[in-house]
Every structure is written in C-alpha cells, then in structure tokens.
C-alpha cells in the first residue's frame, strides 16, 4: 500500500532530540504570541456587535483565500503573495497531517497505519511538491521585485533579505531531503516516485551516488530543515513584518463596519469636566483594534506609494506613521518585562509636520491589503493637539474663529450667503414656511460655504438651480440660516466646534421637517449623511451628480446642446472613496453630445487628492509640494497622450473645494484647460 515511513533514516535518540527542540521552539512562539496579545489588551475597548459576526467572518475569509484584498490594487504583488501564502498554508497543513498520523494512529493507538496512505498519500505527495515548488517561486519573485525591479514604496533593511531567503532555504532543503530519501529507498518504495513529482527530479540528479553517501547526506540535510522550520516559527511573532501571517486575519475580522466617512462622537464637554483626554495623547489612548493595525502592518508601502502628501513631497508617510507607532508600542510594553512609563506620541514617535501634512483624502486606508487605518490615528492624534494641547498650524487660528463666530471658515457675515443668489428666482425655506406652516418642496438645497462664499465656485450653485429648475423640482435653500456642516473643524481637529455647528444645522433642518437634502460640495455630503445621524440629524442625502444622473435616465432632462471637447474627469476623495460615488459623474459626461472621456493614471479609487482636505485648503502649501499642482500635472500628462485634435480641454470636477484647489493649480502651471463643474456643463448643454 502507498505510504512512506515517518523518521526514516533518523534514529530513536534522534527523534527525541527533534521533538525537544520541536517543544522549546513551540513555548518561544507561544510566549511570543502571548506577549503580542497582552500589548493588544493594553488598548481600549471597542464596541464589537454579534449581528454582522457572520457577514465579517465571510468577508475575512474570502478576503484571506482569494488574496483579494492584494490583487485589487497590484497584481503582480497579489500573484507573488497568494503562491507565498498559500504554498505556505498548504506545507503546514501538510506538516499538521504527517503529525496527526505518526502522534496520533501509530504511536498513541499503536496502529501501523492511520490515514495516510493508498490514495490519499499519493494525492499528499502530489499536492505538497506542487505547492511547494509555486512557494519557492513565489519567493524567488518576491526576492526578484525587491532587488531587481525595486519599486519604490518598498525598503531595503537587512531582514527584507533575511527572512525570504530563510523561507527559501526551508523549502529547498526540503526538496533535497526528499529527493535523498526517494534515490536511497528506490529500491523498497511502495509507490511511484513520481507522485511525488519535485523531489523524484532531484533524486534523478543523485541516483548514482551510494545508499551511504544518500543516507549521510540525508542525515545532515534532514536536521537542516527541521531546525529552519522549527527556528522559523519560534521567531515569527517576534519578527514585526512577518506576524502579518497571524494578525492579518484577524485584522480583516475585525475591520470597521461603519460608513468610511464617519468618525466616532466624542462626549467632549463630558471630557472637559472630567479632565479627561480627548483623542490620541499617549499609547493607552489608543484602542484595541489600534494595536492590532500596528501587529499586522507588512511594510508593503502602498500606503506611502499613494498617499499624494508624500508624493508632493512632504514628510508624512502613512506607512512610517504606522512604523513609528509600532515602535513606541514595542518599547512601551516590551515582549520581556513589565509596561514602561507612557509618552506623549507627538514629539517623541510622530513629529508635528506629519499630522498637519494629511489631506484626509483616506487613500492610505483604501489601499491597505490588511484594512490598516492610518488616517483615524492621525486624526485622533489632531484632536489632541487641538483640543487638549492648543496646538495647531498658525493659519486655522482664523478658520476656527470664523465657524465659532460666523459659522462658517471664510468667516463671512451671513448676509454674504445671499450673494450667489443675485438675479435667480431662488425659494427660501423661511419665505416658505411664513405662509405654508408644512413646506412642500421636496429637497432641500444645501448650499455649502464654498458655493456661497467663492465666487467661482458659486456658478456650479447656480447651474444646479437652472437644473432643478428646468426638471421642474421644487426645492428650497437656507439661505442666512445655513450654517458650515463642520466638516473643517472636525477634521482639523476641533470636535467641539463641529458638534456646535452639526446641532445648530440639525435643528434648522428639523424645524423645516427636511427629508431630502442635496449638496454639491462632497464634504457637506458625506458629513450630512454619514455623521450627522449619530448627532440626530436623519435625512436622506443625495449629491448633485447622483440626482442629474438619474434625472437623465428618467428622460428629465434633455442635453440638446453639444460640447466638442475633450475631458477629464477628477475624483473627489470625498464623493469617491468615502462614499463610492465613482459612476454618476462619469455616466452623465458620457451623455453631453460631443464629449471624450479620458482618465488619468490616478483616477476612480485610486484617485489623486487635490490638496484641500482636511483643513489644507486654509494652509499655504510649500513651493515645490503642492499637490494640487501634482493632480494638474497629472491632467496635463492625459491630455498628451490623448488625440484632442484642437478641441477644448477640460478637468471636470463635482466638488467646490476640488475647483479652488485645481483653479490654482492650472494657473500656476500655466495649463492649457480649464476647470468646470459638472453641474456647469450640464447647464450649458441644456441650452
């Protein structure tokens, strides 16, 4: 019957030496394991509910099978990744089987065989050398990107080299250890060798060497192995890179279910009086699952390598924000000896300029394999330095002014809202309700502080109310009752003001009964609907782009007029990836009677910021590390490789703070387009 022996060629002595060394090994791994755990339970709690159990363990495991968390953004990444992993998952599997039948039938039943042979052997055999020999490939092109092809978000530290080649040299040494034994046991084999297909090649090479010579080397070859196998996983959780193999699925596990675009409330005058610390200040501020993003971080860059700070040139890097952290924690609560004094993160791991230099644009955390959250840390870290330690970059001084005394960052008077409206016939909610006590348009029109205050940005306010119009929707605005939503101050870092500003709208909106809100400005969006519910504010919101989408599929809206030109379209990060509004801009422009589409490089998910989130569109950017004039370099470079046979050339956007940023941007590169909203060219193609 097929089969093979266990201990062959390894003495009774021998084997016992093994499964001391086997066992020693095994307490260092679990020490190691406990000590990472112990550092996650130094964390706070966080709320963890039953009902989604199932849909978070499925969403994990098919994220952790199919590697799709990987090959979403990099397939090359993601091929060398799932034959690493998955040779990996199958050798151990097959490591666990082998001791089951040896540990279990034969030494502590005493059966001479369990379930390890006839056709399920053979089938063993011939599944473990196929995985095996993809593993040892997919190391080989591991090792091959690294240091031939060198992309530039990886790093080259000593064990970037170390650790591959020991994986390598496990999975080597394995296939010559079987190779020796099948060419010295040819003779007694029950089998054919064959099966086991890899290790049959490397007896061919040696078959003529004697049964002493095979035997010897063997030996030597056998303990080779083992002990790589066995130093391999006593030092895995001690290697921060590698216990990604643990933690990475745990992480995936316990990924945030809520919409990406919302923050958690923070009981802030509750706080003040009971001095307690508000955000990030030192280590044990941070939660649980803070930790285990810190435990599970692959240093894979990709972060880094799409985070457009960086790319301008700043100093933050997601991927060292991370790095740093892990440190801090590491040196904290050692693996060895008890927790150490806490310190202030800022200014001893993270340094200031790196907080102040994140545009929020969330691209770190959309790219992240393993669903890390780099920018939930930054921003926890941004409420401290402003609500507890009253630091900040010195140009917000004025934006908190404004929206603590005028409600809004340009710190305008309210009669100033009024200005866009100028020659339009515009319903006022307060007009309304003066002689309808239950006010029947069906939207209500929030405008934004951008939209009012800019005067450029204040023609998309006014496309969007010729639209509307012209389908015959009733709406109403605020008008001077409207108030910024707070997005600025609550991703600067000042909660206190945004929940001000959140209340003072939610009981404006609910005094009008509002149901329906539309927005044109992203960042209003994603505040009305994503965190104005946890405030009591329910509505339902919906951004321009998405109602003329569907207005034009209902045949609502007829686009006569046609626009020869050529235009690309940017992503705002705030309509994108915080909400995944990526087809509704893209199918209406696809709509306009002589429009060519084409995308930049960076575009959809992976869309470029354009520098003004976060609080950014108040700060003056550096010469040099703009990122808006990155995003139009971006624009220039499609335009070039794009046949626009002497049409017009334009960036359509769908955000006002999208249009300052890349109006400036086309200025200062002196570029030759322009810059429309969406809403703009629809209005012009209605004519």
């Not at 008890?338 to 790219?367: D, L, R």
């Not at 769908?654 to 570029?671: R, T, V």
Request: charged share 20%; glycine share 8%.
């Amino acid at each position: 019957m097929a089969t093979r022996k266990v201990f062959w060629n390894i003495s009774s002595f021998g084997e016992l030496i093994f499964y001391l060394i086997a066992l020693i090994a095994i307490v260092i791994f679990a020490y190691g394991i406990y000590a990472h755990v112990r550092r996650i339970l130094q964390g706070k709690k966080v709320a963890f509910t039953v009902r989604p159990f199932w849909a978070k363990l499925g969403a994990a495991l098919v994220s952790i099978a199919a590697n799709r968390t990987i090959l979403r953004h990099d397939a090359s990444a993601g091929v060398m990744h799932f034959l690493i992993m998955w040779g990996f998952v199958v050798l151990f599997i097959g490591t666990v089987i082998v001791t089951i039948e040896y540990d279990l039938f034969q030494k502590i039943l005493g059966m001479k065989h369990g379930f390890w042979v006839g056709s399920f052997f053979l089938g063993y055999e011939l599944i473990l050398d196929t995985l095996g020999v993809l593993f040892l490939a997919g190391l080989i092109w591991a090792l091959v990107r690294r240091y031939g092809l060198k992309p530039p978000q990886l790093t080259w530290k000593p064990l970037d080299l170390v650790l591959p080649v020991w994986l390598l040299l496990i999975g080597v040494t394995g296939f010559l250890v079987e190779g020796l034994r099948l060419a010295a046991t040819a003779s007694e084999l029950t089998y054919d060798p064959r099966w086991s297909w890899a290790g049959f090649f490397v007896s061919q090479w040696v078959q003529g060497a004697s049964v002493e010579t095979l035997r010897s080397w063997h030996l030597a070859l056998w303990w080779a192995h083992g002990i790589l196998a066995l130093g391999w996983i006593a030092y895995l959780p001690y290697a921060p890179k590698v216990m990604h193999i643990l933690s990475a699925g745990v992480n995936l596990f316990f990924q945030e279910m809520r919409p990406r675009g919302r923050l958690e409330v923070l009981d802030v005058e509750g706080a003040f009086e009971r001095n307690e610390v508000l955000g990030f200040q030192t280590l044990k501020d941070l939660t649980r699952k803070d930790f285990l993003d810190l435990a599970s971080c692959t240093e894979c860059g990709r972060c880094e390598a799409n985070c457009p700070a960086h790319l301008s040139g700043k100093i933050l890097s997601p991927r060292e924000i991370i790095l740093e952290l892990r440190a801090h924690a590491n040196e904290e609560f050692p693996a060895f000896g008890k927790p150490k004094e806490h310190k202030q993160i800022i200014g001893y791991s993270i340094k200031p300029e790196e907080i102040w230099a994140c545009t929020t644009c969330m691209a770190c955390v959309e790219v992240c394999p393993v669903f890390i959250d780099p920018l939930n840390k930054i921003l926890e870290l941004r409420r401290n330095e402003v609500m507890i330690q009253d630091k900040y970059p010195a140009g917000f001084t004025d934006v908190f002014k404004g929206m603590d005394g005028r409600g809004n960052p340009w710190d305008m008077p309210a009669s100033e809202r009024l200005a866009w409206m100028k020659g339009l016939d515009v319903p006022v909610a307060a007009t309304i309700a003066a002689s309808n006590p239950r006010p029947d348009f069906e939207y209500l029109f929030f405008v934004g502080c951008a939209a009012s205050f800019d005067p450029r940005t204040q023609k998309i306010a006014r496309s969007v109310v010729k639209i509307l119009q012209h389908a015959g929707i009733k709406f109403a605005v605020l008008s001077e009752e409207e108030g910024c939503t707070g997005d600025p101050a609550r991703r600067i870092g000042h909660e206190y003001i945004f929940q001000i500003l959140a209340q003072q709208n939610i009981e404006t909106l609910n005094n009008y009964n509002v149901k329906k809100i539309l927005t044109i400005c992203p960042h209003c969006f994603n505040t009305l609907k994503n965190e104005y519910p946890a405030l009591g504010g329910q509505y339902e919101v919906i951004h321009h782009t998405e109602l003329i989408a569907q207005l034009l599929r209902d045949g609502r809206l007829k686009l006569m007029k046609e626009i020869p030109a050529t235009i690309v379209y940017h992503d705002s990060c705030y309509l994108g990836r915080y909400n995944r509004i990526f087809d509704a801009p893209r199918d209406i422009l696809k709509k306009i009677s002589g429009v060519k589409l084409i995308e930049m490089e960076r575009h959809r998910e992976r869309g470029m910021c354009c520098g003004a989130g976060g609080g950014l569109m108040w700060l003056e950017e550096e010469p040099g590390k703009r990122v808006n004039e990155l995003r139009v370099k971006q624009a220039q470079e499609a335009f070039a490789q794009a046949q626009t046979n002497g049409r017009a050339k334009f960036v359509a956007s769908a955000c006002p703070f999208c249009m300052i940023m890349l109006e400036d941007g086309i200025k200062s590169k002196n570029a030759e387009f322009e810059n429309k909203d969406i809403a703009e060219l629809v209005a012009e193609a209605l004519a």
